[in-house]
């Protein structure tokens, strides 16, 4: 058997659910109790950049970047840049363990003036388990891991409105083949995926002056389920919606100022309820409100809409937002600040962001900083995201200069 050096770190990252056990209770009271969305893999759904990660993790209509495979692929055919590069990184959870990390290394290349093609690697480190027998011996230690390979395309179908794909291999390592009292050998999860995302952006006039108002859409994360067992049935990956919109306006030569508004919905089974102590002839739970979680990823995607045990509320309430808002001085220095909100019995999440971005010359860098709302105890104080990006055409024009 084996311990984990954090257990707390293992519930949040590993999605061995158990049956929720609210009793005889009315939808109406249901609505009201924890009952967060559990999948697997979660990293696939942390900001892996800083620039929408100090913007309350908006991103899905903002200008393109670098990064725009995690926000939305179909941005980079708008891209201005020929080729570009960047490299993201964000300790993690340093408020439970010292040695979480997550790095994101993210590239494009335009093809023509309609498509360009994007590839990333998120790479999730998640510190030092230690291994012991029944008796507390020690029999080693291994350092889980868990990394998704992008590939993405991306086309311009008019002059304001794109579209983009992603596939996207995933791996997650928690284990080490390490064998459990419980679930028997385990070995590594691997699952496949693919993104399927949209991109309109069009010229306006705000109080006299011009502005660009953009939409935008992604599903990404549509894959195979993931298991880390032979005998342990396979859990959804984090399927995720996001719909937003943004505003950016000029107010001057020198300055712009950008908002942006970002809805997620994540489309993976909402847990049911259970009657207590009772199983049916196969010795399973019996669900008392809500659907069964254990169906085929089209039909989880589908009923995510309205299986809640407590109803369209509830449903609502598994809506996260984020607002944020982004600031240039002459295209060279950036303010940013955000705001992200989850409801508290989906998962408790809600946090201000800020950050700055500093362009120079051939490189960029940015930074992002989370402050909690709940206090200094919360897992996410003193988040931090560092991110260093390479312009391949300032580097060219340069060169050609001299």
Same mark, same amino acid.
């Given at each position: 058997?084996? &311990? ?22 009315? &939808? ?15 990293? $696939? ?8 990660? @100090? ?21 980079? @055919? ?8 960047? $490299? ?16 994101? *290394?993210? +590239? ?12 990333? $690697? ?51 390592? $928690? ?37 660009? *108002? ?46 942006? *508004? ?33 169906? &085929? ?6 009923? &995510? ?27 060279? +220095? @950036? ?18 962001? *800020? ?7 051939? !490189? @960029?860098?940015?930074? %992002? ?11 996410? %104080? ?7 990006? +390479?312009? !391949? ?10």
């Amino acid at each position: 058997m084996f &311990s984990f050096k954090n257990i707390v770190v293992t519930a949040l990252l590993m999605s061995l659910a158990a049956p929720a056990l609210f009793g005889q209770l009315s &939808s109406k009271e249901l609505a009201g109790q924890m009952n967060a969305i559990q999948s697997a893999v979660p990293f $696939l759904t942390i900001a892996p950049d800083s620039r929408a990660g @100090a913007m309350g993790d908006a991103g899905v209509a903002t200008d393109p970047d670098i990064n725009s495979m995690h926000w939305n692929p179909a941005k980079y @055919a708008f891209i201005d840049e020929e080729m570009g590069i960047s $490299l993201s990184y964000t300790p993690w959870l340093r408020t439970l363990v010292p040695d979480i990390n997550l790095a994101y *290394l993210s +590239f494009f290349r335009r093809l023509d003036r309609q498509q360009v093609i994007a590839a990333s $690697l998120r790479y999730f480190s998640l510190g030092e388990i230690v291994f012991t027998n029944q008796f507390g011996d020690y029999q080693g230690q291994h350092t889980p891991n868990e990394f998704a390979i992008d590939a993405g395309y991306s086309r311009l179908f008019s002059d304001k409105f794109s579209g983009g794909l992603a596939f996207r291999f995933i791996r997650s390592d $928690l284990t080490g083949g390490a064998v459990s009292s419980t679930s028997g050998e385990t070995k590594a999860g691997i699952a496949f995926a693919a993104d399927v995302s949209a991109y309109y952006q069009t010229d306006i006039q705000v109080s006299d002056k011009d502005a660009k *108002l953009s939409f935008g859409a992604d599903i990404s994360n549509i894959g195979t389920k993931i298991s880390y067992t032979q005998n342990q049935d396979a859990d959804f990956i984090p399927i995720n919606l996001r719909l937003g919109g943004a505003l950016k306006m000029n107010l001057d030569p020198y300055n712009t100022l950008t908002f942006a *508004l970002d809805f997620n919905k994540l489309l993976v089974p909402s847990p049911p309820v259970y009657y207590q102590d009772s199983t049916n002839a196969a010795g399973d739970p019996v669900i008392h409100y809500g659907m069964d979680p254990n169906v &085929s990823v089209p039909v989880g995607m589908f009923r &995510s809409f309205y299986d809640a045990p407590g109803g369209f509320k509830e449903e609502i309430n598994e809506i996260m937002y984020s607002i944020g808002a982004e600031y240039w001085y002459r295209n060279q +220095f @950036a303010i940013r600040g955000g705001y992200f909100h989850e409801n508290q019995n989906k998962g408790n999440r809600k946090f201000f962001t *800020l950050g700055v971005g500093l362009k120079l010359n051939v !490189f @960029a860098v940015d930074f %992002a900083y989370l402050v909690p709302t709940s206090g200094r105890q919360n897992p996410l %104080a003193n988040t931090m995201r560092f991110t260093l990006s +390479f312009n !391949f055409d300032k580097y060219k024009n340069q060169n050609a200069g001299n």
